[in-house]
T-cell receptor, first 114, second 114 residues
Framework: NAGVTQTPKFQVLKTGQSMTLQCAQD?????MYWYRQDPGMGLRLIYY???????DKGEVPNGYNVSRLNKREFSLRLESAAPSQTSVYFC?????????????FGPGTRLTVT | AQSVTQLGSHVSVSEGALVLLRCNYS??????LFWYVQYPNQGLQLLLK??????LVKGINGFEAEFKKSETSFHLTKPSAHMSDAAEYFC????????????FGKGTHLIIQP
C-alpha cells in the first residue's frame, strides 16, 4: 500500500515549456486534489476532483489544467510554464469513507521554471 | 468563505518545554479543523482532526488540540517538546463536510533548542 505517489520528484523547465505532473493513489479514494506550496504562503488549492469524471477550480487555477484519468489517477498539466509557477506541488486524496474527509498527501514535486 | 490564521511564523522552545502553536479560523458554517506536520523535504502528515465529537482532540506523537468555538481557535499543544518535533506545522479548515479542498494557514516553523 503505497498511499499517494507523485512523479517526477524534481523537474526543471524553461519558460514556455509544458509538462504533466502525475499523481496516483491506491487507497480507493473518490476525491483527489492538487495544491501548490510557496514559502510563507502555506498550501493553496489549484484544482480538485470530488469524484471520477468531475473537476473543479480551486483558489489558484490559472495556468493549469487537470485530468481525472480514472479513480486512481489525477494529473496536473502546465501548458506554458512561467517562473511564477516555480513551487512545490502536492497531490492529495480523500474519501467519504473517512470520518471527515481528511486528506492524505503525496511526497511532492519540486518544480523550477527558469 | 473560510480562512485560517497561524500566529507566529517561527516558534522556538527548549527541549522538554511546553509547545503551543496558535491557530484561529473563520467559517460561516461549523468547521472541520485539522493540524498537519511537514518534516523537511516530505509531504504533509495528519496530526489530528476536529470532528465535533469532542472539543479536546488527541493526535499522534503526544500532540493535542482544543476546539474553542467562542474564541474561534484550535491551538496545538504538547506538554514536553522533543528534538524530533522540529518541523513545519499547518492548521487547515474546511467549512462543513464534503469533498471540497482545505484552506491552510501559512504555517509555523517549530524550532527545538537543546
Amino acid at each position: 500500500n503505497a498511499g499517494v505517489t507523485q512523479t517526477p520528484k524534481f523537474q526543471v523547465l524553461k519558460t514556455g515549456q509544458s509538462m504533466t505532473l502525475q499523481c496516483a493513489q491506491d487507497m480507493n479514494h473518490n476525491s483527489m486534489y492538487w495544491y501548490r506550496q510557496d514559502p510563507g504562503m502555506g498550501l493553496r488549492l489549484i484544482y480538485y476532483s470530488a469524484s471520477e469524471g468531475t473537476t473543479d477550480k480551486g483558489e489558484v487555477p490559472n495556468g493549469y489544467n487537470v485530468s481525472r484519468l480514472n479513480k486512481r489517477e489525477f494529473s496536473l498539466r502546465l501548458e506554458s510554464a512561467a517562473p511564477s509557477q516555480t513551487s512545490v506541488y502536492f497531490c492529495a486524496s480523500s474519501s467519504p469513507g473517512l470520518s471527515v474527509y481528511e486528506q492524505y498527501f503525496g511526497p511532492g514535486t519540486r518544480l523550477t521554471v527558469t | 468563505a473560510q480562512s485560517v490564521t497561524q500566529l507566529g511564523s517561527h516558534v522556538s522552545v527548549s527541549e522538554g518545554a511546553l509547545v503551543l502553536l496558535r491557530c484561529n479560523y473563520s467559517s460561516s458554517v461549523p468547521p472541520y479543523l485539522f493540524w498537519y506536520v511537514q518534516y523537511p523535504n516530505q509531504g504533509l502528515q495528519l496530526l489530528l482532526k476536529y470532528t465535533s465529537a469532542a472539543t479536546l482532540v488527541k493526535g499522534i506523537n503526544g500532540f493535542e488540540a482544543e476546539f474553542k468555538k467562542s474564541e474561534t481557535s484550535f491551538h496545538l499543544t504538547k506538554p514536553s517538546a522533543h528534538m524530533s518535533d522540529a518541523a513545519e506545522y499547518f492548521c487547515a479548515v474546511r467549512a462543513g463536510g464534503g469533498a471540497d479542498g482545505l484552506t491552510f494557514g501559512k504555517g509555523t516553523h517549530l524550532i527545538i533548542q537543546p
